[in-house]
């Protein structure tokens, strides 16, 4: 044989063997199971586990996306047997997609150990690797990095473990899961980004509870059943959760819906979750996937913790392999199911008379006397274990409900909702001159606003809107947004200014509340004066009020006011959305 062949097949061997023994000399022994089950990996450990495991199997792919609010890059993995990373082949292909986000709450870090875990338990498996050959699975590591590198042993008082975690607020100390829609974050920016790249068929948010006491080490928050609606909405209360629940029931896990209830004990019953788009599951469900959080329970060892949600994982992933045409079929029709409707619902309220029974687990509550207070306080008496009978409020019936526009018309200036539309790749036209047509006009009827500040916000709640329809001209530039597309429940949440999480009620439009201009009543005395003797409706209609409104007719500002807002003097833009509906 030829000498630089001979040295070039040397080259190979010892290359092959470097690779065989970095395998073996890493275990990838994670320092969840180093320490067992006290501690959980840091960022930087995390990323570093991460980058070996792709390194060493190429089943495994590592991704930097977009920025987070840290300053630091969100990471994504995947995990494909077929060693295929572009999500545009797979989306293509047979396969299964499965998002798994960890630490959006950095001190609830029980996914971040369990995934580590899992993919390295997966890629180092023959027989897994062949059973999910129709599956990929894609993995934030840590999703809130600037909360997981402000690490403490304190924050989490009613935690039980690990040693060290992460703080609840991102580097601008946002809760990450209240910030899906508005998207203040750069770390909602990036979500968005892996999210429509992904676009995952299941959804899971790993999460610890707080709250009340009992005996389950871990609860279930599936995406509330009548949000999702339609056949999906069917399949994930009737087919999904049960079998995911039998799943783990097999393996001596007892699961059971998240337990809603705060300061009181769960005997009375409780509701399920309703997860609004706010929330990552509520965002998720506007793009028709099947999402879960996973919260475990705050009181439960951290070992026991992660290995429940490592198991959890597992049941999901072998759900999905079960029913794999099953869920793509439901989620290819959902769009055409809800078009077909001709209405959206967009907002929902506890259907108070229909419930299910849980025979719930839970420990006997009492109020005793407080050694620290001179009140009361909460006890559960763990040495009480009770299953008894439960009410579990599980159903929602639609508050208010709308029919879906041909299109809505965003006005030209309101690029911080252009900028959103985008990001979650809704399809729009851009006018490309002044043009006129017919549409419904909206304008604020009425609203609540929030006393104290959510989110960096002060939300808006109980909107009401008045609408006519009319020829309106729409200047070079504003947004033509068509429903018939699969964003469809994204546009409807977010441009209705009655749905629950709208852009609205975020304060996006808050500068249309304001008048910018007004009057100086001395000289509007004279001009109110002279619109009243040209206008006998205007002044039938004033007249008519103070008679049936002891209020207004004891308040002359008041009066003229009515007068102003009633004549061409009142500036058109107050209270006018920028949203229109063409149908």
Request: proline share 3%; aromatic share 10%.
């Given at each position: 044989m030829h000498l630089k062949k001979l040295l070039f097949l040397a080259i190979i061997i010892l290359f092959s063997g470097t690779i065989s023994a970095q395998k073996i000399l890493n275990d990838f022994t994670t320092v969840f199971e180093k320490s067992k089950g006290a501690e959980t990996s840091t960022y930087q450990e995390t990323i570093a586990f991460y980058k070996e495991l792709a390194t060493a199997y190429p089943e495994i792919s590592l991704f930097e996306m977009g920025e987070t609010d840290s300053g630091f890059p969100l990471h994504l993995v995947v995990f494909n047997t077929s060693k295929e990373f572009d999500f545009n082949k797979i989306h293509g292909s047979k396969k299964n997609t499965i998002l798994i986000n960890n630490a959006i709450h950095p001190g609830e870090p029980d996914g971040v150990d369990a995934s580590m875990m899992l993919l390295r338990d997966l890629v180092q498996d023959k027989n897994?690797?062949?059973?999910?050959?129709?599956?990929?699975?894609?993995?934030?590591?840590?999703?809130?990095?600037?909360?997981?590198?402000?690490?403490?042993?304190?924050?989490?008082?009613?935690?039980?473990?690990?040693?060290?975690?992460?703080?609840?607020?991102?580097s601008q100390n946002y809760d990450l899961n209240r910030d899906f829609v508005k998207a203040d974050t750069k770390n909602a920016k990036a979500f968005a980004e892996i999210f429509h790249l992904v676009k995952p068929d299941i959804f899971i948010d790993n999460h610890v509870s707080n709250g009340a006491d009992y005996q389950y080490g871990i609860t279930h928050l599936f995406t509330q059943h009548n949000n999702l609606g339609n056949d999906l909405g069917v399949f994930i209360e009737n087919e999904m959760r049960p079998n995911i629940e039998a799943s783990l029931l097999k393996k001596n896990i007892n699961i059971t819906p998240y337990v809603n209830v705060w300061g009181t004990t769960p005997e009375a019953g409780f509701s399920q979750f309703f997860d609004s788009p706010r929330y990552s599951t509520g965002y998720t469900t506007m793009f028709n996937t099947l999402g879960m959080m996973v919260e475990t329970h705050m009181l439960k060892p951290y070992k026991q913790r992660v290995e429940e949600t490592y198991s959890?994982?597992?049941?999901?992933?072998?759900?999905?392999?079960?029913?794999?045409?099953?869920?793509?079929?439901?989620?290819?029709?959902?769009?055409?199911?809800?078009?077909?409707?001709?209405?959206?619902?967009?907002?929902?309220?506890?259907?108070?008379?229909?419930?299910?029974?849980?025979?719930?687990?839970?420990?006997?509550?009492?109020?005793?006397?407080?050694?620290?207070?001179?009140?009361?306080?909460?006890?559960?008496?763990?040495?009480?274990?009770?299953?008894?009978p439960v009410k579990y409020f599980n159903n929602f019936v639609p508050s208010k409900e709308i029919t879906i526009p041909k299109a809505y018309i965003l006005k030209q200036g309101w690029w911080k909702v252009l900028e959103r539309l985008k990001d979650n790749n809704i399809d729009y036209v851009v006018f490309k001159n002044?043009?006129?047509?017919?549409?419904?006009?909206?304008?604020?009827?009425?609203?609540?606003?929030?006393?104290?500040?959510?989110?960096?916000?002060?939300?808006?709640?109980?909107?009401?809107?008045?609408?006519?329809?009319?020829?309106?001209?729409?200047?070079?530039?504003?947004?033509?947004?068509?429903?018939?597309?699969n964003g469809v429940r994204y546009i409807i949440e977010t441009l209705e200014a009655e749905a629950t999480d709208s852009f609205f009620n975020w304060n996006f439009f808050d500068t249309v509340l304001e008048q910018k201009e007004h009057f100086s009543s001395y000289i509007f005395e004279d001009i109110a004066e002279k619109l009243l003797q040209e206008n006998p409706t205007l002044r039938d209609l004033l007249h008519q009020k103070m008679k049936t409104d002891k209020d207004f007719a004891e308040s002359p500002e008041a009066q003229l006011d009515f007068v102003y807002k009633n004549s061409p003097y009142y500036e058109s833009a107050h209270l006018k959305l920028p949203v229109y509906k063409v149908f």
């Open positions: 897994s690797l062949k059973k999910l050959k129709n599956i990929v699975l894609a993995v934030i590591p840590i999703y809130n990095i600037g909360g997981a590198l402000n690490r403490n042993s304190h924050s989490r008082a009613n935690q039980n473990g690990p040693m060290e975690y992460g703080f609840r607020g991102n959890l994982l597992e049941s999901v992933i072998d759900f999905t392999i079960e029913n794999s045409t099953k869920i793509k079929e439901l989620r290819n029709n959902a769009v055409a199911k809800i078009l077909a409707k001709k209405t959206y619902p967009i907002s929902f309220e506890l259907d108070k008379d229909n419930y299910t029974i849980l025979q719930f687990k839970g420990f006997e509550g009492s109020y005793i006397d407080s050694k620290v207070t001179n009140g009361k306080r909460l006890f559960y008496d763990r040495a009480k274990p009770y299953t008894k002044d043009t006129t047509i017919t549409a419904e006009e909206q304008h604020i009827k009425d609203y609540k606003t929030s006393a104290k500040p959510f989110e960096g916000h002060y939300m808006h709640s109980k909107t009401e809107v008045s609408s006519t329809t009319k020829k309106v001209l729409f200047q070079k530039g504003a947004i033509y947004i068509p429903t018939q597309q």
